[in-house]
């Protein structure tokens, strides 16, 4: 029998033994659910949807014309792939120099319209980490008593049939401990947040559907969390395996998602730069906090970029601080703000998944009790962490702009013509538009660096100098190049700390947020003067 024929005959066996799984699934004939939607027949799928650099990747049901072996296209990478002599799936390697974040999977020379395959690819360092996990607190109970049992009975109906990698990551992951939960919020109590169970979706496991797009809950920040301790096992396989059994009631993430995003007048000090180059911003930010998540807390900031730091051929080795100095930044625009550090990346600089949402939880949960708040996160990375977009969205909610640093050129390193090169969060910022008006301010601004030199968008922002690289454009430009201390600090990160302030600024003396748009006109000053002088 070939592997596609055992397929066939494993997924008719395995329809008939859902109708068995009662406590792990929705029971049989019920009608079709929001949350996962079973592929049609014979309609091509990724699985796992999320995987890192190397890892194993396979399409199910590949178009009829696709050949044993060949070819297939991940951004503007090339893999070959096979066929898996136990199930028949097309299996490829996902390319070492793949870009990350979503990229589109493409057979080579096959015309292939309305496939529309996606890969999200994890960053090298996420490739086998721990992983976060979210759920509200009134469905944690149920996920707990029929983790192990889902697993294993995916595991059983899998062996045999599955690819044995695959399978592996099923057996070593229905052996792990589920971590303890702990409110997202610090002084809750799981029992007080019990949130409304959403409905358990149908899963038909043969199939590999792929999960709808998870929706926001409704009061995320009232989850529970935790860190099950799954390092060495594929994330990516993780992740999906986790999705599917559970069905969006699990929300999933790795354990570290981004990182700190990294020149002429040497001499002058950065309010000679703001005063020269914003024309001297008025108002101060009085009575406004500007949360700065980044690699610093109130009281120190471990940071060092190590090896070499090349400014205009001048190197400058193991240059110390981030996080502090974009607060700094930011409080050179906005003297009358107050600055609230949250450590949120470690001295190496990888930033906790889980410490980012915790924080902007936190904020989101100051702001409904009063006052003004900005946040500034000059941190990012590839992978659309899921817990990092619904906190921000209760932040944008709690009336809480946030600028985020667009990213580096070196976020782009080895990319080729075709492939995407992904920053997050800066990459929603057209979501968090405040309506679907032209030119609508948003909540989230997606902040370049703009070049003091050239006085135009800077060389070292993300994709300047990758020609074919698909980036989206940022929703706005600053200054980003500062001394501190005889020391270059430049790129997005100190970009995004001057809008921060500006909007400190303007909420101090206006309410809601600014239009911001993206000025790239050469020669032309990249911040609006009637946001950046509003106040008196």
């Known amino acids: 029998m ?17 109708c068995v799984l009662g406590a792990v699934m929705m029971a049989c004939g019920s009608p079709g659910n929001p949350g996962v939607k079973p592929p049609e027949e014979g309609q091509a799928r990724v699985f796992p949807l999320i995987a890192a650099p190397g890892d194993p990747v396979w399409l199910l049901d590949a178009p009829r014309a696709a050949s044993p072996q060949g070819r297939v296209r991940v951004g503007g990478q090339t893999a070959e792939y096979t066929t898996d002599p136990v199930s028949g799936w097309l299996r490829f390697e996902v390319p070492q120099k793949a870009g990350g974040g979503p990229q589109p999977v493409e057979f080579v ?13 994890l960053p090298p360092e996420s490739a086998s980490q721990d992983t976060v996990l979210y759920a509200a607190a009134a469905d944690l109970a149920d996920i707990q008593k029929t983790y192990r049992d889902r697993l294993n009975r995916l595991l059983a109906d899998c062996k045999g049939s599955c690819p044995p990698e695959l399978t592996n990551t099923i057996e070593r992951l229905s052996a792990l401990k589920l971590p303890e939960f702990q409110p997202l919020l610090s002084g809750r109590t799981t029992g007080k947040q019990a949130l409304a169970s959403t409905s358990r979706p149908e899963l038909n496991i043969s199939k590999f559907p792929s999960p709808a797009p998870q929706p926001q809950p409704s009061q995320f ?3 529970v969390a935790g860190v099950l301790p799954s390092s060495g096992l594929r994330t990516g396989q993780v992740i999906s395996l986790l999705n599917l059994l559970f069905g969006g009631r699990l929300g ?38 500007i949360h700065v998540l980044d690699t610093a807390s109130n009281a120190a900031d471990p940071f060092v970029m190590t090896g070499d730091v090349n400014y205009y051929n001048t190197i400058y080795k193991n240059r110390p601080y ?13 003297p009358g703000a107050a600055l609230d550090y949250q450590q949120v990346c470690d001295k190496n600089g990888d930033c906790s998944t889980l410490a980012t949402v915790k924080a902007l939880c936190a904020v989101a949960e100051e702001a409904r009790k009063g006052g003004r708040h900005v946040v500034n996160f000059s941190a990012g990375g590839p992978y659309p962490a899921l817990g990092l977009l619904w906190a921000l969205r209760e932040v944008a909610a709690a009336g809480v702009p946030t600028a985020a640093s667009y990213g ?11 492939d995407r090169c992904n920053h997050f969060p800066a990459d929603w910022s057209g979501s968090f538009a405040t309506s679907s008006a032209l030119n609508a301010p948003t909540m989230l601004l997606s902040v370049a660096g703009w070049d003091i030199g050239t ?64 000025v790239n006109t050469p020669g032309q000053l990249p911040l609006p003067l009637s946001v950046v002088r509003a106040c008196p």
């Open 221 to 223: 920040c009232g989850q």
């Open 408 to 418: 580096n050129s070196d976020d782009c390193a080895g990319l080729v013509p075709g």
């Open 252 to 289: 999933t993430d790795p354990s570290t998602s981004g990182h700190p995003t990294q020149a002429p007048y040497q001499n002058e000090p950065p309010s000679a730069i703001i005063k020269k180059f914003l024309d001297g911003p008025t108002g101060n930010g009085k009575g406004v906090v």
């Open 2 to 18: 070939t592997g596609l024929k055992r397929f066939a005959v494993w997924r008719w066996l395995v329809a008939g033994l859902l």
């Open 109 to 121: 020379g096959l015309p292939s319209p309305g496939l529309n395959l996606n890969l999200t690819v």
């Open 322 to 334: 981030h996080g502090s100095i974009a607060g700094q930044v930011a409080q050179v625009v906005s």
């Open 455 to 518: 006085l135009q968008m800077a060389t070292y922002n993300r994709g300047m100098l990758s020609p074919g690289v698909i980036t989206p454009l940022p929703s706005v430009q600053a200054p980003g190049e500062f001394w501190f201390n005889r020391l270059p600090y430049f790129g997005s990160s100190f970009a995004a700390p001057v809008v921060s302030g500006v909007l400190a600024n303007w909420m101090a003396c206006k309410p809601g947020v600014p239009v911001m748009p993206f």
